[in-house]
């Protein structure tokens, strides 16, 4: 389980202090899709890099972080690393802002392999054709010489997905994974995350503002606004029977849209 408990995160900029979470509490299990909802701003991607240990120096981080019993607030670097790509894994919204432009791609997801595991460049390339197949990556032996240019919007995600989950993580933490990608493309993506979850029973946070993708995908809903959380609760209950205000709203603003 990933477990955050009473989570604040303040920036200091200049001579500002940006409050971006306010006392969060939330957990995620194997074997689940949570989906965290909410406007820009609210605090979603920064309740995911908390976790991942991803905030810039500046962010004051208070209250705890637990991954399967680990507080990340006594671990040292190295034992951090060893778990972030490893048990913890994080696909983010926009895969050419991660993939490398210089190397080909399979290169790319076996350097994931190699910094956590001690075998050779062939076994290495075994686990990474493995993971791009996973992935639904057609054609994974010729993909994995490619560059990021030579591929599709929808295949640079998937390439960005099977390096999320090449080391068989516990966890993924899914930014916005479909936002940049056209309807059909996003349905596939969707649709391999839940085989993730049934097939290989890996706990799923994933950031959304788009309540169709909540509907399609999630297990329980997060909703947040202002670096709170507003509710908690089920799928159907969030859709069915929302109890906070800005729930209501948030539902009858995508009615109208």
Do not use: W
């Not at 810039?56 to 790509?85: H, M, Q, T, W």
């Amino acid at each position: 389980m990933i477990k955050v408990e009473n989570l604040f995160v303040k920036f200091y900029i200049e001579n500002q202090v940006v409050e971006a979470l306010k006392g969060v509490s939330f957990h995620l299990n194997q074997g689940e899709i949570v989906a965290i909802v909410g406007e820009s701003g609210s605090g979603k991607s920064v309740s995911c890099n908390a976790i991942m240990n991803l905030l810039p120096s500046y962010a004051k981080v208070e209250g705890s972080i637990f991954i399967d019993d680990k507080n990340l607030a006594e671990l040292s670097k190295e034992e951090i690393r060893k778990i972030r790509g490893n048990i913890v894994s994080m696909v983010f919204q926009e895969p050419s802002a991660v993939l490398n432009p210089l190397i080909p791609v399979g290169e790319q997801i076996l350097e994931t392999v190699l910094a956590h595991k001690d075998i050779s460049y062939k076994e290495g390339k075994e686990i990474v054709i493995q993971a791009m197949e996973s992935a639904k990556i057609p054609d994974p032996e010729k993909r994995f010489y490619q560059y990021p240019h030579e591929l599709s919007g929808g295949l640079k995600q998937r390439v960005v997905i099977a390096n999320a989950i090449v080391n068989k993580p516990k966890y993924i933490l899914a930014d916005e994974p479909t936002t940049a990608l056209d309807v059909t493309t996003a349905s596939g993506i969707l649709a391999l995350f839940q085989e993730l979850k049934e097939k290989q029973n890996i706990g799923i946070l994933f950031i959304t503002h788009d309540l169709g993708v909540v509907a399609q995908i999630a297990d329980r809903v997060i909703v947040m606004y202002k670096g709170e959380i507003m509710e908690e609760s089920d799928v159907y209950q969030i859709f069915d029977n929302p109890k906070s205000q800005y729930t209501k709203n948030l539902l009858a603003s995508r009615v109208h849209v």
